[in-house]
């Protein structure tokens, strides 16, 4: 069955920092999302690609963060200059279009760590 | 603001008994419903979708939906150990964006 996959499992990095999350969404999806989940928190969202622009983004994702589908498979994640707050679980998801298409499938995650 | 409510829980209930899950939303025009779970330290699992308003099986599982009282439900007939996990509600906008509730935490008793 297909699946999203994300790399690295885990990152650890130094504030100030830049990080890239990476993601591959399932191959014949189109909309492409990021989410991120403090520890113990809610699933909150970041923002959601389509037709390689974004089509909506929360008050979360600032001027630090920015989205790019480089090629045809992956869809990645940058962070600019890490905070010590941008410490959590970062998931990728990816859905169909059109009616019936909407649900996300999320991949296993990326732990980002900021010291 | 649009919120999505869930009971924090714990929810704790015996193998084999049924376990009743429930979420509010604010924003009337929300189409789509979506009941994931998730274990600790992993990814929502989706359960089940709803779309329209009454109820929808899935083995075990059982949504329901009631637009005009914004409100969803999940119940799971025959719980089993396997099912303790946090599950999570989620509500679709019209812009394809989720919005999650924090999470029922389900514990069924061996």
């Known amino acids: 069955e297909p699946e999203v996959t994300q790399t690295p499992s885990h990152q650890v990095t130094q504030m100030g920092q830049e990080v890239i999350l990476r993601c591959v969404p399932i191959?014949?999806?189109?909309?492409f999302y990021w989410y991120r989940q403090i520890l113990g928190q809610k699933v909150e969202f970041l923002v959601s690609?389509?037709?390689?622009?974004?089509?909506?983004k929360s008050e979360i994702f600032d001027d630090q963060f920015s989205v790019e589908r480089p090629d045809g498979s992956n869809f990645t994640l940058k962070i600019r200059s890490t905070k010590l707050e941008d410490s959590a679980m970062y998931f990728c998801?990816?859905?169909?279009?059109?009616?019936?298409?909407?649900?996300?499938?999320f991949g296993p995650g990326t732990r980002l760590l900021v010291l | 603001q649009k919120e999505v409510e869930q009971n924090s829980g714990p929810l704790s209930v015996p193998e084999g008994a049924i376990a009743s899950l429930n979420c509010t939303y604010s924003?009337?025009?929300?189409?789509?419903f979506f009941w994931y779970r998730q274990y600790s330290g992993k990814s929502p699992e989706l359960i089940m979708s709803?779309?329209?308003?009454g109820d929808k099986e899935d083995g075990r599982f059982t949504a329901q939906l009631n637009k005009a009282s914004q409100y969803v439900s999940l119940l799971i007939r025959d719980s089993q150990p396997s099912d303790s996990a946090t599950y999570l509600c989620?509500?679709?906008?019209?812009?394809?964006?989720?919005?999650f509730g924090t999470g029922t935490s389900l514990t069924v008793i061996p």
């Open positions: 998801a990816s859905s169909g279009a059109g009616e019936g298409q909407e649900t996300q499938y």
């Open positions: 191959s014949n999806h189109l909309y």
């Open positions: 690609f389509y037709n390689n622009e974004i089509s909506e």
């Open positions: 924003d009337r025009v929300s189409q789509s």
């Open positions: 709803i779309y329209s308003n």
């Open positions: 989620a509500v679709m906008n019209t812009g394809n964006q989720f919005y």
